[in-house]
């Protein structure tokens, strides 16, 4: 029995708070996809994070840890090894201390982009 909804329901709970007062362009039972209003160069919108079921883990991937890297410092062993490249946790079971630091993360993420301007 796979445990990939109740994953991706606990790590959208804490994308959400945040997806409310973005742009979110994807909400659904398998993705929930966010970008900022802030228009960059490229002239497409930044992109904040997203919540993805794949095939067997669920990712998490929040840019202002790859925009401002410094954000992991301190970060847990635990959690460093869920980090699949420089922005993105993958999970496969629900790990609530983790997603505990996951949640502080990301609200340290929105206030670094706040900081910088993009939100």
Do not use: W
Request: with cysteine; net charge positive.
């Amino acid at each position: 029995m796979s445990d990939l909804p109740a994953v991706f329901a606990a790590l959208t709970k804490i994308m959400q708070p945040y997806a409310s007062t973005l742009d979110v362009k994807k909400d659904d039972t398998s993705e929930l996809y966010v970008d900022t209003t802030h228009i960059q160069k490229n002239k497409k919108p930044l992109f904040f994070g997203a919540v993805q079921i794949k095939k067997s883990y669920v990712s998490y991937h929040l840019m202002p840890v790859y925009v401002k890297p410094e954000l992991l410092d301190g970060l847990s062993p635990e959690l460093t090894a869920r980090m699949q490249g420089k922005s993105c946790f993958n999970f496969s079971k629900v790990e609530a201390p983790l997603f505990k630091e996951l949640a502080a993360l990301t609200k340290a993420g929105y206030a670094s982009y706040k900081a910088q301007g993009f939100v």
